[in-house]
C-alpha cells in the first residue's frame, strides 16, 4: 500500500487543522494505520492509531481531548482532526500503516509510511 498524506499548513495557537491520509489499493480496510511526528531536533514521536475497522483507537496523552482519529475505508482515507492546536503540536506528521488488525504506538509495528506533511502552529 502506498501512503499520501496531506492537509498541514500554518495556523495560529488554538485554531484546527485535519490531516487526510490517502491510501492505495483496494484491500486497505486490512491495514492499521496510525499518526506519528517529528519536531525539528527531536525523535519521532506516536500521536494515534486506529484499527482497520475503526473500533479501536488509541492516542498519546499530549494529545487525547484535542485530536481525533478516523477513518473510512469506501474512500480508502485515514483523517487525523486536530483541535485546539498548540504550538508544541509543531512538527512534520506522517501517516503509517500495517497490515494487521491493530498497532501500538511503536513505530516497527508500521511497515509502510507517507511521506510527511507539515504543521506549524504559531503563538
Given at each position: 500500500?502506498?501512503?499520501?498524506?496531506?492537509?498541514?499548513?500554518l495556523?495560529?495557537?488554538?485554531?484546527?487543522?485535519?490531516?487526510?491520509?490517502?491510501?492505495?489499493?483496494?484491500?486497505?480496510?486490512?491495514?492499521?494505520v496510525?499518526?506519528?511526528?517529528?519536531?525539528?531536533?527531536?525523535?519521532?514521536?506516536?500521536?494515534?492509531?486506529?484499527?482497520?475497522?475503526?473500533?479501536?483507537?488509541?492516542?498519546?496523552?499530549?494529545?487525547?481531548?484535542?485530536?481525533?482519529?478516523s477513518?473510512?475505508?469506501?474512500?480508502?482515507?485515514?483523517?487525523?482532526?486536530?483541535?485546539?492546536?498548540?504550538?508544541?503540536?509543531?512538527a512534520?506528521?506522517?501517516?503509517?500503516?500495517?497490515?494487521?488488525?491493530?498497532?501500538?504506538?511503536?513505530?516497527?509495528?508500521?511497515?509502510?509510511?507517507?511521506?510527511?506533511?507539515?504543521?506549524?502552529?504559531?503563538?
Amino acid at each position: 500500500v502506498q501512503l499520501q498524506a496531506s492537509g498541514g499548513g500554518l495556523v495560529q495557537a488554538g485554531c484546527y487543522l485535519r490531516l487526510s491520509c490517502a491510501a492505495s489499493g483496494r484491500t486497505f480496510s486490512s491495514y492499521f494505520v496510525g499518526w506519528f511526528r517529528q519536531a525539528p531536533g527531536k525523535e519521532r514521536e506516536f500521536v494515534s492509531t486506529i484499527s482497520r475497522s475503526g473500533g479501536n483507537t488509541y492516542y498519546t496523552d499530549s494529545v487525547k481531548g484535542r485530536f481525533t482519529i478516523s477513518r473510512d475505508n469506501a474512500k480508502n482515507t485515514v483523517y487525523l482532526q486536530m483541535n485546539s492546536l498548540k504550538p508544541e503540536d509543531t512538527a512534520v506528521y506522517y501517516c503509517a500503516a500495517s497490515w494487521g488488525d491493530s498497532g501500538t504506538h511503536y513505530y516497527t509495528d508500521y511497515k509502510h509510511w507517507g511521506q510527511g506533511t507539515l504543521v506549524t502552529v504559531s503563538s
